[in-house]
């Protein structure tokens, strides 16, 4: 493994083969599967078998058989495709017969035969996981003396097929049927409200039997969840790009419906669901594709979240376009059968939780999987942990949680031993005294950090702006300060009539001579006790916009003319009013140059929410993991709580919830190790985790009941007290840093293109 996560082994395809792979796919279904007809033809058997010839004449009916060719990441890929095309074909059976059989080096000449004919789009096969199969509606077929009998239900494309093949529970084995055989019938059944799926009945049908692994049957299952996953979310895909085009287009009362804020924020949620869906399935495809370890929780977790979370995109694509998507002579229906139809299979959602909950519930429950970082960033990982385990053992920790300054997240001490090592210049570069390492180590830090429950340290936002826009002699100044991890910034930024609306700052900066005079109020100031505190400032009165008249200052808290009034938080911390009057600061301490104050705000800003969300996503699931901890040591009229089928439904769906909201963060990761900045991406992350904290804390009081409502100190308060402190605590996080309804403006307005 190299020190980009996502580069894989030499010999397997890369980022830029998917890319073209995914270009090609898409312009042959447009020639070969149009738009236009495209429902009537995938009921139709000549139809699928002629397209399925097209597919294997592209090579993609061999997916899975070599990796270097193709696995299940280029599955994905390609069934997306499908998904967005509305073309059925039976790419799912034969990838997973490749991946069955395609590193055996000496499969049953029968099947050896058939598999050839797959390739060559000659034969079509159907497959069925049988009584293996968590629906048990599916039904199930036994074997005896070489001959199949049962029945399968919902397989799709069998008027079609050429070959049936069954998983049935006997040994376990695989059962190869031909169509046309003795002992065969096909009868369609319609399925939300469309055909495509049969009923297979067999009666002594003749059949080439092959022992299987029990285990690899469980893999199987994963992956064809995961591949209709992929399918179900390329629909909802193509669906949310009509409607989003839809939104530009359509207009009401004089305006496009696009401009409408409860149409931008409907569509911003869909985006954030798509993108995390996305995230998870690339995420689990590409361990598998590895034989990573850990792939089967990555799997677990992205089908519990898809389903539910791409049921819901159809539906407010829906809601969006109206009238017209409910016609059928429109796109919209075929997307949402699709994805209803496709993330129901295999028990849908629900046993995906399960497999979670037992993950996290179980005799021997495990912690969240490692994010996938590189191998430069996992070792270093292990650096810091071994470090943290050294300078911040439970026993400091509890002392300091214990102390009156706790709530301020930061001991002075541990900040400088910090500083030592050199990690607070994780990333900067080496000219400033920084270690220059990526993005990807500085992810690395921060998940041990909170792993450990570590006070925060180093000032990230200001240090990246002191180096993007500091003079030379304020970097010498500053930058070496933050370094040690000797000093903490604050930010002056909100004023009573500006919240969201920071260009509409009042605050002023008149210069005097060698100083500037500053004059006004800030208002919700968190870290008001810090050393210095960053104070935007209006210094032009005139300029237009009113944005190009903000500069950026630095300022020590202890400047004379400077009133704090500190005012307790509903989350047991604290934030402070602060008035500003005559205040006077040095012409130097001005951040860069005048009147770029609005640069550098939006700047640190954008520097904020690109990790703000991977912190609140590694504290959730720390406190996911002392959550279930507290469940499994409580009983329930004598039953363990954490067998409650409720509670294992609640708890395997958060913890597919915290998987997805890391996928997203590690995309912003991406992104910076890219050299962008990620801006909408990181307010997708910040929108997800923020709300899903909110959801986590009161759905732990579903849980425990009105022990967890119980606060530190009390007797019996289950996490210390800690679960309902991060309820109240969890307000903070969707209005901070820009409130999430704004966010969501933000993405419907860059990500989506809607009009202001």
């Avoid at 890929?77 to 790419?91: D, S």
């Avoid at 084995?173 to 049969?198: I, W, Y």
């Avoid at 979670?356 to 519930?361: C, I």
């Avoid at 919700?524 to 005139?542: E, I, K, Q, V």
Wanted: charged share 25%; with cysteine; hydrophobic share 45%.
């Amino acid at each position: 493994m190299t020190d980009a996560p996502e580069a894989l082994e030499t010999a397997l395809p890369g980022d830029e083969e998917r890319r073209l792979l995914r270009e090609s796919v898409r312009g042959f279904l447009a020639q070969a599967w149009p738009v236009v007809g495209a429902v009537e033809r995938g009921a139709q058997p000549a139809a699928l078998r002629r397209i399925w010839r097209q597919l294997a004449g592209q090579g993609l009916a061999a997916l899975g058989a070599e990796p270097a060719e193709g696995g299940v990441r280029e599955l994905v890929v390609v069934l997306q495709e499908l998904g967005r095309a509305a073309c059925p074909a039976p790419l799912i059976d034969a990838g997973l017969l490749n991946l069955a059989f395609g590193e055996r080096r000496d499969p049953p000449e029968a099947v050896a035969r058939l598999l050839a004919d797959v390739h060559r789009g000659d034969a079509y096969a159907c497959l069925s996981f049988g009584a293996a199969d968590p629906d048990r509606a599916v039904g199930a077929v036994s074997i005896a003396r070489g001959a199949v009998s049962g029945r399968l239900n919902f397989v799709e494309g069998a008027a079609a097929a050429t070959h049936f093949v069954a998983v049935a529970h006997d040994g376990p084995a695989l059962a190869f049927v031909e169509a046309q055989a003795q002992g065969v019938t096909v009868t369609p059944t319609r399925a939300m409200g469309m055909d495509g799926l049969c009923r297979i009945d067999l009666q002594d049908a003749p059949a080439v039997v092959v022992a299987i692994d029990r285990a690899l049957v469980g893999d199987l299952l994963r992956i064809s969840r995961l591949a209709h996953v992929a399918r179900a979310w390329g629909a909802a895909d193509r669906a949310f790009e009509l409607v989003v085009q839809y939104a530009k287009d359509r207009r009401q009362f004089g305006q496009p419906i696009g401009r409408f804020q409860a149409i931008q924020h409907k569509l911003a949620d869909n985006l954030i669901g798509l993108r995390a869906v996305h995230a998870s399935l690339d995420n689990a495809a590409a361990h598998c594709d590895r034989h990573a370890g850990q792939w089967r929780s990555f799997a677990a977790a992205t089908c519990a979240y898809a389903g539910p979370s791409l049921r819901r995109v159809s539906l407010e694509n829906h809601h969006a376009f109206g009238a017209i998507g409910y016609a059928e002579d429109h796109e919209a229906p075929r997307h949402f059968r699709r994805v209803h139809l496709d993330v129901t299979r295999h028990g849908g959602a629900r046993a995906a939780r399960e497999a979670l909950a037992e993950r996290y519930l179980g005799e021997t429950p495990l912690e969240f999987p490692e994010l996938d970082l590189g191998a430069a960033a996992h070792a270093f990982r292990r650096e810091v942990r071994s470090w943290l385990a050294e300078h911040w053992p439970p026993e400091r920790r509890e002392r300091y949680q214990a102390s009156e300054h706790a709530h301020r997240d930061h001991d002075p001490q541990f900040a400088r031993e910090l500083g030592e090592t050199g990690w607070l210049g994780l990333t900067w570069p080496a000219r400033f005294g920084g270690l220059e390492r990526s993005p990807y180590h500085w992810m690395a830090f921060l998940e041990e950090m909170n792993r450990a429950d570590a006070p925060r340290a180093g000032a990230p936002i200001q240090a990246a702006a002191w180096m993007s826009f500091g003079r030379p002699e304020q970097q010498a100044r500053y930058l070496p300060e933050l370094l040690r991890g000797e000093v903490m910034y604050g930010m002056w930024y909100s004023e009573p009539d500006s919240g969201s609306d920071l260009a509409s700052i009042r605050t002023t900066a008149v210069r005097d001579g060698d100083e500037w005079v500053i004059n006004g109020q800030k208002i919700w100031t968190t870290t008001y006790w810090g050393d210095y505190m960053w104070l935007a400032a209006r210094t032009d009165p005139a300029a237009k916009p009113p944005h190009a008249g903000i500069s950026m200052f630095v300022v020590p808290v202890d400047t004379p003319g400077i009133t704090r009034r500190p005012i307790g938080t509903m989350y047991d911390g604290e934030f402070c009013n602060t008035f500003f009057d005559d205040v006077r600061v040095p012409l130097d301490a001005v951040v860069g140059e005048p009147g770029r104050g609005w640069e550098i705000l939006v700047g640190s800003l954008g520097t904020e929410r690109a990790f703000v969300g991977a912190g609140i996503l590694m504290k959730l699931a720390r406190q996911f993991g002392e959550l279930c901890e507290t469940v499994r040591g409580i009983e329930v009229d004598g039953q363990p709580l954490r067998l409650d089928p409720r509670v294992r439904e609640v708890l395997g769906d958060y913890a597919a919830q915290i998987e997805a909201g890391r996928q997203l963060a590690l995309e912003c990761v991406r992104i910076l190790a890219r050299g962008d900045m990620p801006t909408w991406e990181a307010a997708v992350t910040k929108v997800f985790a923020g709300e899903l904290m909110e959801r986590f804390h009161e759905s732990a009081l579903d849980i425990l009941g009105m022990q967890a409502t119980l606060s530190a100190n009390a007797a019996g308060a289950p996490m210390g007290g800690r679960l309902e402190q991060q309820l109240r605590h969890s307000l903070m996080w969707v209005i901070s840093i820009g409130t999430n309804e704004i966010q969501r403006s933000l993405i419907a307005q860059r990500a989506l293109g809607l009009p202001r």
